[in-house]
């Protein structure tokens, strides 16, 4: 991996190493698992589970999982159980498990729960018939996948499901990602939950890994204390990035090194 890091991302690294309270925030598909055709499928590599496992060990340092899952599903896909110590934040920062408590999730409305379902139940029966296209559920809305579907009922699919939510809903939050369009009655993103695990923790620098468009508002959110890592391609607010899931969790190793060696 030393090879694969210029000087200035191996400096970066040194640098948040070297935090009094460091938070390891970090998406989950995409970034730590393989993007999966049936996306409950998603499970850690295990270089990606090695170095969550080695950073959770080193004092000081806490990690989170952060994603636009419900918290329920984040749960099985990570494979995390009540005595892990990772925390998580699922539905973009709406819903968190915090160890030794348990589930803190924010407030919903009636009204915007009865709207979700209906606007769930309509959205898949519009789309029964596009093969390849699947309707998630989610706790404060719902997700078209299409990653299985061909192009034109992936942009059948979308177009339909957008018309009936911003006929129904305009006020709900959109946001788009790897052959995903999620659909939200509430408006927090990546960037608030990254906001509240910091204060949660009291953090005094946080790195933030993540792979896809919904994880920009969090890389942009950073500050001069912190690091963001993007994984793969395009454009991104991220200072640092890698090519790969392998490259990523190769980096974390090393973090998780340097903090062991800076912390004595």
């Known amino acids: 991996m ?30 730590l698992s393989p993007l999966e055709d049936e996306p409950m499928d998603a ?30 599903d984040l749960r099985v896909i990570a494979e995390h159980d009540d005595a892990s110590r990772v925390l998580l934040a699922g539905s973009h920062g709406a819903e968190y498990w915090i160890p030794g ?6 407030a919903e409305d009636d009204a915007d729960a009865a709207l979700r379902d209906a606007l769930r139940a309509r959205a898949e029966q519009e789309t029964a018939h596009l093969e390849g296209v699947w309707i ?5 809305g719902f997700g078209v996948h299409t990653r299985r579907a061909d192009p034109q009922a992936a942009a059948t699919a979308n177009r339909m499901v957008d018309e009936i939510v911003s006929a129904e809903a305009p006020q709900w939050r ?15 993103g990546k960037d608030s939950a990254i906001a509240e695990l910091r ?10 890994a993540g792979d896809d468009v919904t994880d920009e508002d969090a890389l942009a959110s950073l500050g001069a204390a912190d690091l963001g890592v993007h994984v793969g391609g395009g454009p991104t607010a991220a200072t640092v990035t890698v090519p790969d899931i392998a490259a990523l969790a190769a980096l974390l190793e090393r973090l998780a090194q340097a903090r062991t060696e800076a912390r004595g």
């Open 136 to 140: 998630e559920p989610k706790t404060f």
């Open 199 to 208: 204060a949660r923790t009291a953090a005094s620098a946080v790195l933030f």
């Open 174 to 188: 959109r946001r788009t990602g790897h052959n995903i369009v999620e659909y939200a009655f509430r408006h927090e």
């Open 2 to 31: 030393s090879a694969a890091l210029d000087d200035d991302a191996r400096a970066q690294i040194a640098r948040v190493a070297a935090s009094d309270r460091l938070l390891v925030a970090l998406d989950f598909d995409g970034t």
């Open 43 to 72: 499970r850690m590599l295990p270089a990606a589970r090695a170095a969550v496992d080695a950073l959770v060990a080193v004092p000081d340092t806490v990690v989170a999982f952060v994603s636009g899952r419900s918290l329920s």
């Open 101 to 106: 408590e348990g589930l803190s999730r924010h």
